[in-house]
């Protein structure tokens, strides 16, 4: 089994700044892509942001240069450095992961979502 466990989404003013954190854990043998996705209300979801195991990141047109995404391969962690939020940025933010697993499979796997409501 593995979980992902996203904390640190809330409530904050436009101009503010969040960071969120997503960790995973259990039967993990290599994790590769780590992403985080947002879901507004009556909207699709969405990538906000990919980082893989060796670094190389990637973002939404809307959130370029704004947010930054980082991991810590050590603690199966990634992070995402909310700045200058806007209220269009208000959603629930899933993690993701493309984890290899002890049983030699490869999974995608979704955290269950923390809100983020940016207020005008």
């Known amino acids: 089994q593995v979980q992902l466990v996203e904390s640190g989404g809330g409530l904050v003013q436009a101009g503010g700044s969040l960071r969120l954190s997503c960790a995973a854990s259990?039967?993990?043998?290599?994790?590769?892509?780590m992403a985080w996705y947002r879901q507004a209300p009556g909207k699709q979801r969405e990538l906000v942001a990919s980082?893989?195991?060796?670094?190389?990141?990637n973002y939404a047109d809307s959130v370029s240069g704004r947010f930054t995404i980082s991991r810590d391969n050590a603690k199966n962690t990634v992070y995402l450095q909310m700045d200058s939020l806007k209220p269009e940025d208000t959603a629930v933010y899933y993690c993701?992961?493309?984890?290899?697993?002890?049983?030699?499979?490869?999974?995608?796997?979704w955290g269950r979502g923390t809100q983020v409501t940016v207020s005008s």
């Open positions: 980082t893989t195991s060796g670094g190389s990141t």
């Open positions: 993701n992961a493309h984890i290899l697993t002890l049983e030699n499979l490869f999974y995608d796997y």
């Open positions: 259990g039967t993990i043998s290599t994790i590769n892509t």
